[in-house]
């Protein structure tokens, strides 16, 4: 950080392609776009996938909306389909039975870091010719069955580097491209339109300001050299979570809660936040209230992006469009999840949450159950 504080080059200098080179390795791909965040790598992503006005992309409703935003961004509308209960992943039956005459793309969302099922999405892509960008955003260091890193898999793929991240520049993010050429388009893109052999100020395509500084891409390379043990000590978090919830002197109350899904099959997950779903019948706002009340931070996470009041109104959804999701929804809800929380800490996190769930009312449990 100081040696770059210290050079001319605060952007656009050596830093950049360091931090790109490293950071495609890590994941297992020759090319890699740094951006200015997460949202501007999905925007890139998908002009470059070739998303026009009118098109369709199927995506998920269990997401930051940053997600659904980038497709709208480009005037084609998103296309929510319902999640699998168990992984909280875009559903591929789902997906495959939505796809339509102005379908154009797949977005799936490695959601919460656990890897979304890629195969199936691939596989649906080829049959109806259409694309796959993945947002990876929550999820560097997650893996597929096959130990391909989340990512690697030959897709146009995009990270994000906010501080709640597993790797941080402050704001950032990266985009895995396929190829040269798709680097070279979304380098020009995040650039304002400029191709590196013009001369200045000459542009040969619409471009935006979305281009990572050097001292960003220090910090990113700082990163990287911790990112095991960063990673490390996240797994051991959710680890630590898993064991005290699911213990047998635990609370009773905590009785039908939710827990993020173990890895399975081969898939890892690089735990991104610790979300749980209270029991069917139980009030969640009540609970974060109780938990509150007792100096516990959380937050009802993550809302459903087509009941967002944009997305209603804009494309005119309604409840009940996606039950899964929207009973995943109505009851999850984000514990602390930071490294530096200690045992004695995420211990009272726990009996909090037993005791405000055995403190709200539950009313009869009518909702859809998800499991
Ligand atoms: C799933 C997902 N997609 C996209 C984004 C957008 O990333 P950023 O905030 O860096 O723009 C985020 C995170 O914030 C995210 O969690």
């Not at 890699?32 to 965040?37: I, L």
């Not at 992943?89 to 005459?101: H, Q, R, W, Y």
């Not at 007792?294 to 944009?310: N, V």
């Not at 930071?338 to 005791?355: A, H, I, K």
Request: proline share 7%; glycine share 10%; charged share 25%.
């Amino acid at each position: 950080m100081l040696e770059t504080l210290r050079s001319r080059h605060l952007s656009l200098g050596p830093r950049l392609p360091a931090f790109e080179r490293a950071f495609g390795e890590r994941v297992g791909s020759p090319h890699a776009s740094a951006v200015s965040s997460g949202t501007a790598g999905l925007h890139l992503a998908l002009r470059a996938a070739g998303v026009e006005t009118g098109d369709e992309v199927i995506t998920t409703p269990l997401s930051f909306v940053a997600s659904a935003n980038a497709i709208v961004y480009e005037g084609a509308r998103p296309v929510f389909c319902d999640i699998d209960p168990r992984t909280l992943n875009l559903d591929p039956e789902a997906v495959a039975a939505a796809v339509g005459e102005r379908t154009r793309g797949l977005l799936p969302v490695h959601i919460f870091g656990y890897p979304a099922d890629m195969p199936a999405f691939e596989r649906i892509a080829a049959d109806h010719d259409v694309f796959v960008v993945e947002d990876a955003c929550e999820a560097l260091g997650a893996e597929h069955a096959d130990g391909t890193p989340v990512g690697g898999r030959g897709n146009l793929a995009t990270f994000g580097f906010y501080p709640n991240k597993q790797l941080t520049t402050g704001e950032g993010g990266m985009v895995i491209c396929p190829e040269a050429t798709t680097k070279a388009r979304i380098d020009s893109e995040r650039n304002q339109g400029r191709a590196p052999n013009m001369d200045w100020l000459d542009h040969d395509r619409l471009g935006f300001n979305y281009r990572l500084s050097d001292l960003a891409c220090a910090l990113g390379l700082a990163q990287l050299e911790r990112l095991d043990q960063i990673l490390e000590a996240r797994r051991r978090l959710a680890v630590a979570y898993a064991e005290r919830l699911e213990a047998d002197d635990r609370p009773a109350a905590l009785d039908g809660l939710d827990l993020p899904c173990p890895d399975s099959g081969g898939d890892r997950r690089s735990p991104f936040a610790y979300v749980v779903q209270v029991p069917h019948g139980a009030d969640r706002d009540a609970v974060i209230g109780e938990l509150r009340a007792r100096g516990i931070d959380s937050k009802p996470y993550l809302p459903a992006i087509h009941l967002m009041s944009f997305y209603r109104e804009r494309f005119g959804h309604r409840e009940g469009e996606l039950p899964v999701c929207e009973d995943v929804s109505r009851r999850s809800l984000a514990l602390p999840f930071f490294p530096e929380l200690s045992e004695g800490q995420l211990e009272r996190v726990c009996w909090g949450l037993g005791e405000a769930l055995a403190a709200v009312p539950r009313t009869a449990d009518t909702a859809l159950r998800a499991s």
